[in-house]
């Protein structure tokens, strides 16, 4: 968090990371990650790095994560401090909804932001028993689990409400 923000960093609360965007609510992240059910050992692709607050979390529990993030600017900064931490994930500038095909198949995959339905080109790059999590909706998200069958057909569980930044293709800044 930016150091105006130091005193509210443990206040469940979004909030503004630069960019015109925000880091999640801790509790929007726990879940998130409870929901992804990461192993150690999994490669994880992660749309939205933003502030790498959620990548240093799959990292510390021992998933090897590749991040998109569309702000070049949030990327290096990102990048940058996950280093000084001692975090090494690969951090990609470029459009989540492309995903990194080049990298795939993942065991995982987080979306950190508001996608108007489940990305078709995502789910591609999911291994068989593979799980994504992804916030589907325009103004108001429904978090939901999405599982890909042997036969590659979806496996989809609703959850909770939440609001994210939207997902947005082709926008990269």
Same mark, same amino acid.
Request: proline share 7%; glycine share 14%; net charge negative.
């Given at each position: 968090m930016d150091n105006a923000f130091i005193e509210s960093a443990y206040i469940d609360k979004a909030f503004p990371i630069g960019s015109g965007q925000t880091i999640s @609510? *801790?509790?929007?992240?726990?879940? @998130?990650? $409870? $929901? $992804?059910?990461? @192993?150690?050992g999994d490669k994880v692709l992660e749309i939205g790095t933003g502030s790498g607050y959620q990548t240093a979390i799959l990292c510390e529990l021992g998933a090897k994560v590749f991040s998109i993030e569309r702000h070049k600017l949030l990327a290096d900064k990102a990048k940058s401090l996950l280093e000084k931490l001692g975090y090494i994930p690969k951090i990609h500038f470029g459009d989540g909804f492309k995903g990194l095909p080049a990298f795939a198949p993942f065991d995982k995959i987080i979306i950190t932001c508001g996608a108007p339905d489940i990305p078709q080109s995502l789910f591609e790059q999911l291994k068989?028993?593979?799980?994504?999590?992804? *916030?589907?909706?325009?103004?108001? @998200?429904v978090m939901k689990t999405v599982v890909k069958k042997p036969d590659q057909t979806m496996e989809v569980s609703d959850f909770n409400s939440f609001r994210f930044v939207p997902m947005l293709g082709n926008k990269v800044r």
């Open positions: @609510q *801790p509790y929007t992240v726990a879940f @998130q990650t $409870l $929901l $992804l059910g990461i @192993q150690k068989t028993g593979g799980v994504m999590v992804v *916030p589907v909706g325009e103004d108001v @998200q």
